[in-house]
């Protein structure tokens, strides 16, 4: 069946963080006579968002009007500090978690689960310079900077920036199987990474 794949970008968000996992679920479903995935970004309005160094994105739906996400993707960045001071957001995003299949946050997107309490006494990534932040706000949380990425339950971190594509792939390879992944990492011309 045909998975919503739903990515949460905002003002500063890191663009490979969106833009990475974007290619790799849309490039899958391509590859696969466009079957296997609807990938579409959502943002709290349908006003473009400008990105970390001024790309200008417009968002494909909003709070109010979005499909049902079966495989949320939030976006990190230095917005992300705003984020998680902002109630309208965590309050949309608590619930969609809650009812995804899967959640992956990228870089420092993991801000925003460890402000939800989701990664209270539990393993997580991010990116290098966000560790310090996320003691303050997931004192509980355990971190693990030496890690690419790392599955707890249904939630899914991963550490900085390019990080978010070596997840995209796990998670498809978690899906679909070696073959479908390797398939899209040829196409892209990409070399995935191994996790030991």
């Known amino acids: 069946m045909k998975k919503n794949v739903g990515i949460f ?3 500063d968000a890191e663009v490979l963080d ?3 996992p974007f290619e790799v679920f849309s490039v899958t479903s391509e590859l696969n006579s466009y079957e296997l995935f609807n990938v ?3 943002s709290s309005s349908k006003e473009p968002v400008k990105a970390v160094n ?3 994105v417009n968002p494909d739906y909003d709070f109010t009007h979005h499909p049902q996400i079966d495989i ?5 960045g230095g917005g992300t500090r705003r984020l998680i001071k902002n109630r309208e957001i ?3 995003i608590f619930p969609i978690i809650e009812n995804a299949e899967y959640t992956l946050s990228i870089c420092s997107g993991a801000r925003i689960l460890g402000e939800l309490g989701l990664l209270d006494n539990k393993p ?3 990116h290098h310079e966000v560790y310090d ?3 303050e706000i997931a004192p509980t949380g355990i971190p693990h900077p030496e890690l690419r990425y790392i599955q707890t339950e249904r939630i899914f971190t991963s550490g900085g920036i390019s990080a978010g594509i070596d997840l995209s792939f796990h998670v498809i390879e978690q899906l679909l199987g070696d073959d479908v992944a390797n398939k899209t990492a040829a196409y892209m011309e990409y070399r995935r990474y191994e996790l030991n």
Do not use: E, Q, R
């Open 9 to 11: 970008i905002f003002d």
């Open 40 to 42: 579409f970004t959502i």
């Open 90 to 92: 965590l309050n949309w």
């Open 124 to 126: 997580y990534c991010t």
């Open 133 to 135: 932040h996320m003691k």
């Open 18 to 20: 969106f833009a990475g």
């Open 72 to 76: 949320l993707i939030i976006s990190g």
């Open 54 to 56: 001024g790309l200008s």
